[in-house]
T-cell receptor
């Protein structure tokens, strides 16, 4: 069946560090892929998405590229800020139009 | 414009009682989704509505769970005879277009935190 695997957290970085949060998926076909972010005390927000292979989603300095060959959708940011501290979820949309979620990765940015 | 709203934001109930959770989607959004976020299980899909119909109820964990949507808008998730394992944050989301059409994005509400004592 379909599944999403994310790197376990928490991930702790200093401000201005480079961020990578790994996400790999198992799916039939080529599902749309998403990154959602949940800031402390807030609801889930769509961060970025990609709908086909080699697409790059980007938003707020974050990027992720849909890699069919490695079935991956890693999240990257060149220089993180304290305000990026949140929980990040990778997800895929399966053929039944359900979002299948990774476990979430808590990101902590220290000033 | 207004986002997805959910009520109540917090609900504490005794084991065995019934609870109703409400979701108001973004106006004009045709599709509505319920998810559950719990410590042990992460985020789980529960049910999806297209208009007032629920083509996919496969995620409902037991027959104690039911949901309806009226007027293509408000949805209610009902849990009967609540159990402690039902404790979780229940999230509602809506999307402008049905799944399979672009642009396809789900917008989430803040959730209802349910605690069963």
């Amino acid at each position: 069946g379909n599944s999403v695997t994310q790197m376990e957290g928490p991930v702790t970085l200093s401000e201005e560090a480079f961020l990578t949060i790994n996400c790999t998926y198992t799916a039939t076909g080529y599902p749309s892929l998403f990154w959602y972010v949940q800031y402390p005390g807030e609801g889930l927000q769509l961060l970025l998405k990609a709908t086909k292979a080699d697409d790059k989603g980007s938003n707020k300095g974050f990027e992720a590229t849909y890699r069919k060959e490695t079935t991956s959708f890693h999240l990257e940011k060149g220089s993180v800020q304290v305000s990026d501290s949140a929980v990040y979820f990778c997800a895929l949309l399966n053929s039944n139009y359900q979002l299948i979620w990774g476990a979430g990765t808590k990101l902590i940015i220290k000033p | 414009g207004a986002g997805v709203s959910q009520s109540p934001s917090n609900k504490v109930t005794e084991k065995g009682k019934d609870v109703e959770l409400r979701c108001d989607p973004i106006s004009g959004h045709t599709a509505l989704y319920w998810y559950r976020q719990s410590l042990g299980q992460g985020l789980e899909f529960l049910i999806y509505f297209q208009g007032n119909s629920a083509p996919d109820k496969s995620g409902l964990p037991s027959d104690r769970f039911s949901a309806e949507r009226t007027g293509g808008s408000v949805s209610t998730l009902t849990i009967q005879r609540t159990q402690q394992e039902d404790s979780a944050v229940y999230l509602c989301a809506s999307s402008l277009v049905p799944p399979g059409l672009a642009p396809y994005e789900q917008y989430f509400g803040p959730g209802t935190r349910l605690t069963v004592t």
